[in-house]
């Protein structure tokens, strides 16, 4: 019914940028929250970033200042800018999402991405 795909992960060196993307897609009537989260290895899974439907942000405090959340509520797909990269940065990196379809409008599913891994290394 909703798919979440990722793009942008790669390797990218220590101080380095990257620039990951997620496009929802399917019979989507309204988006409330997207966000992403990252995984580690031998971690749990840690939110990144959040981004509600009026434009507010939360961040972990390891990424504040250097990793910057956007939406485009048009084409249904939210950015995480990565700037300032390092090494302990490197993980999986899941795009959520809480959408509502059309057939039921006003409940929210969570929805999940399957992923883009971030390297970052020399």
């Known amino acids: 019914q909703v798919q979440l795909v990722e793009s942008g992960g790669g390797l990218v060196q220590p101080g380095g940028s990257v620039r990951l993307s997620c496009a929802a897609s399917?019979?989507?009537?309204?988006?409330?929250?997207m966000g992403w989260y990252r995984q580690a290895p031998g971690k749990e899974r840690e939110l990144v970033a959040l981004?509600?439907?009026?434009?507010?942000?939360n961040y972990a405090d390891s990424v504040k200042g250097r990793f910057t959340i956007s939406r485009d509520n048009a084409r249904n797909t939210v950015y995480l800018q990565m700037n300032s990269l390092k090494p302990e940065d490197t993980a999986v990196y899941y795009c959520?999402?809480?959408?509502?379809?059309?057939?039921?409008?006003?409940?929210?599913?969570?929805?999940w991405g399957e992923g883009t891994l971030v390297t970052v290394s020399s």
């Open positions: 959520n999402a809480y959408v509502a379809l059309f057939t039921t409008k006003t409940r929210y599913v969570n929805y």
């Open positions: 399917g019979s989507i009537f309204s988006i409330s929250a």
């Open positions: 981004s509600n439907s009026g434009g507010i942000t």
